[in-house]
């Protein structure tokens, strides 16, 4: 083996090694970085109340003269769910649940008492963009679980709050708000206490457990279960342009347009889809340029190379230094790749800790294992090429 490193040294070029491992190392680079930086955007993208998300449709019925008065409806009929429900771009439909009862709010902010009337609904647990164990109600409690719109914040801190001059207030102090609800129909008035449990991105509108929507529908309800009026759509296309065509050729309105938020996140998926093609290039490059090295190496040595075949020589160990050369300068260039990636992602970190609060980013793991197995499948590349170009020049002593 040390005659053979020997040989290899005699004719090896420093600028083709050194042009192969800055090619390398660029590529590997923009490869490991667009997989991270990627991974570690989608947790802002996934969040359940992230502001990304666009892949949740709260479709309504455009409201027109005839339901102004009162000879239209616009609820969703049983037939018009089902037909939704089998369209190509949809995951899955749920339908918004009313309360059918008078519901008011009280308040205590600053010394101020504030009362209004409100409105109650539920939708499926599974779309909820609030995660919490406190979701739950069982007929007869006082306590009833609430997510608030997060704008319903927004507006008192940067509207009420400021033109009535009181105090303005975090999330955390909101949470902690206690909200008297008065609850009164069919002949029935009760007191109940509002805890509100979590903030929605996704839902603007008042939720309660569907559990308690059941029992106080029963209880202080008309009679009679309504048609949904709003339903939730969860999209695995949000800018499939099928989806507005849709939308419009039944008169269906998406509020808030969701539609735009998952955009972004498709634009995305193209934007680290494209870095990544850039670095597989850069990659490939600097596999033909170290092939090219070899095998420039192969011809200067071609002669000293048949010799060793007929000393008796193994065509597999004659091309053993030659995969180890090539073998330890992929694996320096992972690791020189590695290091330049953690040193950008230590500083886009700190940007989208910013976005999002209780930001956590993706582990690195499937980078690695990237990375790794990029390197393993260059170098076992070139040790097929180098291999061939042997047994060739074993087939001609022959």
């Not at 949904?228 to 342009?241: F, G, M, N, Q």
């Amino acid at each position: 083996m040390t005659l053979l490193w020997k040989l290899l040294r005699s004719h090896l070029s420093v600028a083709q090694t050194v042009g192969f491992a800055l090619a390398g190392v660029v590529g590997m680079t923009i490869v490991l970085t667009s997989v991270q930086a990627y991974r570690d955007v989608m947790p802002v993208f996934d969040a359940p109340d992230s502001f990304m998300r666009g892949d949740y449709l709260v479709l309504s019925k455009r409201v027109g003269a005839l339901q102004t008065i009162g000879l239209g409806s616009s609820d969703f009929t049983p037939g018009e769910l089902e037909e939704l429900k089998g369209q190509p771009f949809v995951r899955d439909v749920g339908a918004f649940t009313p309360a059918n009862y008078r519901v008011k709010g009280t308040v205590g902010m600053g010394g101020v008492q504030l009362s209004t009337y409100l409105f109650f609904e539920a939708v499926p647990d599974r779309f909820l963009d609030v995660a919490s164990g406190k979701w739950k109600y069982e007929p007869g409690d006082g306590d009833i679980p609430i997510i608030i719109p997060r704008n319903y914040l927004n507006l008192y801190n940067y509207g009420f709050a400021k033109s009535q001059g009181l105090p303005q207030i975090s999330e955390g102090i909101f949470q902690r708000v206690s909200l008297g609800i008065e609850v009164a129909g069919n002949g029935r008035t009760e007191q109940f206490r509002g805890r509100i449990v979590g903030l929605s991105n996704r839902l603007n509108t008042i939720l309660v457990p569907e559990s308690f929507i059941r029992w106080s529908n029963g209880r202080f309800g008309q009679g009679g279960e309504k048609q949904a009026s709003r339903v939730i759509v969860e999209t695995d296309r949000p800018v499939d342009a099928a989806i507005s065509a849709y939308l419009d050729g039944k008169g269906y309105e998406a509020e808030g347009d969701r539609r735009d938020s998952g955009k972004a996140a498709y634009f995305l998926q193209l934007a680290a889809g494209g870095l990544g093609g850039v670095g597989l290039v850069f990659s490939v490059m600097s596999f033909y340029i170290l092939m090219l090295s070899i095998f420039l190496l192969l011809q200067k040595n071609s002669a000293k190379l048949e010799n060793l075949l007929l000393l008796g020589y193994a065509p597999g160990r004659v091309a053993r230094p030659y995969w180890l050369l090539t073998l330890w300068l992929n694996l320096g260039v992972l690791v020189v790749a590695v290091v330049l990636s953690w040193l950008v992602r230590m500083w886009y970190l700190p940007e989208l800790a910013a976005l999002q609060e209780g930001y956590a980013p993706a582990g690195v793991g499937v980078t690695w294992v990237c990375g790794i197995g990029l390197a393993l499948l260059l170098s076992l590349s070139n040790g097929i090429a180098i291999r061939r170009r042997i047994d060739t020049l074993n087939r001609k002593r022959s």
